[in-house]
């Protein structure tokens, strides 16, 4: 080889290399660091946020929601058709096919909901699907949901429930090997490590304009910002908002949990509703809101219902802070140094044993004598749902996936719940009558009634609607959604 | 030897029975495991049903009867937070833990021995005094602090290595040196202070006196003095750390290892896991301390083994 030869074949390779840099500038890969792994990649069978995160992208339900949570089609052609009181019928989307190649049709949609109502599969997710009884193809593009009773809520929950591809659960590795309708494909899952997803280029929605995402399971909040900081990852979830200052950009939306105490109407103290009154006077929910969470949080209006669920009631009010008041009321009602227990847990939600802490601080000043018992989270759980005498203020910060106002009265409201402190028969039977009004109207006014009732009564002691915070990368380009999804096909990039 | 192998061995079945034994009574005695394992929205049906398809129904006699039965049979159940055969989750993460474990101790144990030697050649001088500072430092930080520190200087501002994470060699540095701080204070004070008292005995002045220079006294007699001691602590160093001790690590380096698996089984209530998880390791333990004495051994045919 002459050194012209020799020269020219460098010139060339570098050129090539250029070339090939230049092509992949095209292709966006972006890496998300998240706090838990999932435990499975199948999307009918538990109720895990780890999960979720990844199969939001490879899986899709027949109706989807905008980042401002309003419900739209998803797999689904339209927003279905309500045939009787029992019956609701889906126009599919035609032409979409899994990622295996099979098509999506009513069959798979029959399929998907047979499978995960079927109790031999013990599914966690049962507890938004518990009122469907079944489906039916009426034709290829055609399904009808039947419900056991009547179910206003059914839109919602099929918009949690994810469509799989019948051949592939039946005899594929449906826990590993993950095959949706969703704008991202599973390329690999490196156990304990990461997730890498990539684009569908077949996508029914168009293709998605980041190529490639890599999940990160990083459990350590410090680990995630420093990851951040580094460069190695471009979002990070559930930034802590003392972090907020230290990231390079983030983003903070009003998420899906509301905390709240939840008060024992038939206690010998809180039985008074004056007692109760003054708890919800006594705290100073501003203060809170800036030293715990720096202002990445919003004081509750009045209930722990969530702003963006159907049924929230805007009219009413967040319970001022008026400690004076507060001491009146328990003069008034004779309590003055009375005994109260509040129970809490800690490490769980964000900022658990400090808001616990701090309420019960705010309900001493006002003369109240306060015991807190921050319990080990199965002893908590007993405290909260169990069959024992019901404390005089639990902690919870309650979740709400589908968006509508019935998940948090059947838990929280209704004297039958599971985490309910009343024996109010009257809320109870509205709540019932709610349950079952498919008129949509006429429902949003029952649930404002059943929201102005429990205030009144101050049946629960409504703290914080808490926001998801993200932290980001300065190319990222995005917009969280309300309803925590961490959706791909909405993020991109601006290098 | 054998002898004393299949007595070790006898011993070590009672004890990791034992240990599982006190698992069983533990995770069905605090606490609800059904109401751990289910998510709060559960209906008390879906309580109910879960707790007869996993036997948790069942009397605590039944429940330990079928418990026994299943470790027999190496069939631990399917861990409730993957929905998979735990022992599968156990075998998939224990050898990220085997790693980590033994890049940080070797770390520690080639770099203790010559600067506890260095150190106890002058005790008091410079050398001796600086690894005696640095040593007391590195016992006294907490883990914790250190890795974020670590990642801080290391991953952050210098951008040398990544942050968290496993799939390649870089990724191990970080959280393996962190693992070696404490294990490599601990292990140079011990052959600082082990080779003062042999330097101090009469067959090394003997040795010296007949001419043998300092370094043939060392490599020759001293150091293997010392080597049975050191094989305990580091044997002990490495239980400690398979039963445990590097959930802090594996944490904030997001390692995928044993540790950080067991912490998330205990927060999900996820009893089988659990099990299976304490039961191999009990186990690893109990294979590697009769390993250790059989290394001890070899290297010292004077010790006993009874």
Known sequence: ?495 | MLDFILRRLLQGVLVVFGVTTAVFLATRTFGDPVALMLPLSATAEQRAAFAAQLGLDQPLPTQFARFCWDILTLNFGDSTWQRRAAVDVVFERLPFSLMLISAGLGVAIILSVPLGAIAALRPGGVVDRLTTSVGLLGLAMPQFWVGLMAIMVFAVWLKWLPTSGAGSVWHLVLPAATMALAPLARFTMMVRANMIEELNKPYVKTARAKGLSLPRILRIHTLRNILVPFISIAGWEFITALSGYTVVIETVFAWPGLGNTAVQAIKRGDLFLMQAIVFIIAGLIVVISILLDIIAKSVDPRIELN
Request: hydrophobic letters at 45%.
């Open chain 1, 1 to 495: 080889m002459t050194f012209t030869t020799f020269a020219r074949s460098i010139g060339l390779a570098a050129f090539l290399s250029t070339t090939a840099l230049g092509s992949s500038a095209w292709a966006q890969s972006i890496a998300i660091a998240i706090g838990s792994e999932p435990s499975t990649l199948d999307p009918q069978l538990r109720d895990d946020g780890g999960e979720r995160m990844v199969n939001d992208n490879i899986y899709e339900a027949l109706l989807a929601r905008t980042p401002e949570g309003e419900l739209v089609p998803g797999l689904a052609a339209a927003l279905p058709e309500q045939l009787d009181a029992l019956t609701w019928q889906f126009k599919l989307r035609d032409g979409v096919t899994f990622h295996n190649g099979a098509p999506f049709n009513a069959a798979a949609v029959v399929a998907s909901v047979a499978r995960v109502i079927d109790p031999a599969n013990n599914s966690e997710q049962m507890a938004y699907f518990g009122t469907i009884a079944g489906a039916e193809a009426v034709d290829d593009l055609t399904v009808n949901i039947t419900t056991t009773g009547p179910d206003p809520i059914l839109p919602s929950r099929m918009y949690w429930m994810k469509m799989i591809e019948p051949g592939h659960a039946a005899t594929g590795d449906i826990a590993s090997e993950a095959v949706g309708t969703g704008p991202y494909k599973l390329q690999s899952w490196s156990r304990g490590t990461d997730l890498v997803l990539v684009a569908n280029a077949d996508y029914w929605g168009g293709a998605p304009e980041i190529d490639e995402a890599t999940y990160r399971f990083v459990a350590e909040p410090g680990t995630r910002l420093s990851g951040l900081m580094a460069g190695e990852f471009d979002v990070v979830t559930a930034l802590m908002p003392e972090f907020t200052s230290a990231v390079p950009k983030f983003a903070a939306v009003a998420g899906l949990e509301t905390s709240v105490f939840v008060v024992g109407t038939d206690n010998e103290v809180t039985g008074n509703p004056l007692v109760r009154e003054a708890l919800n006077l006594a705290i100073d929910r501003q203060a809170m809101v800036d030293s715990l969470f720096m202002g990445y949080a919003q004081i509750a209006k009045g209930s722990h219902i969530n702003p963006a669920a159907f049924g929230f009631n805007t009219a009413l009010d967040s319970y001022p802070y008026d400690p004076d008041r507060a001491r009146a009321l328990l003069a008034e009602a004779g309590m003055e140094g009375a005994p109260i227990t509040v129970v809490g847990e800690s490490g769980r939600w964000l900022k658990d044993r400090e808001q616990i802490e701090a309420v019960a601080a705010y309900w001493a000043e006002i003369g109240l004598n306060v015991t807190t018992d921050i319990q080990e989270f199965s002893v908590y759980l007993d405290s909260l749902m169990g069959s024992g005498p019901r404390p005089d203020a639990i902690f919870i910060a309650n979740s709400n996936e589908l968006l509508d106002a019935d998940r948090e009265m059947s838990f929280i409201y209704h004297m039958d719940g599971a985490a309910a402190s009343n024996s109010d028969a009257e809320m109870a039977a509205m709540i019932d009558a709610a349950r079952v009004e498919t008129d949509v109207e006429k429902r949003q006014a029952m649930y404002g009634e059943i929201q102005q009732h429990a205030h009144d009564l101050n049946y629960t002691v409504p703290l914080f609607n808490l926001q998801d915070i993200y932290g980001m990368s300065t190319r990222m380009e995005w917009q969280p959604r309300s309803d925590a999804k961490l959706i791909i096909a909405e993020m991109t990039v601006s290098e």
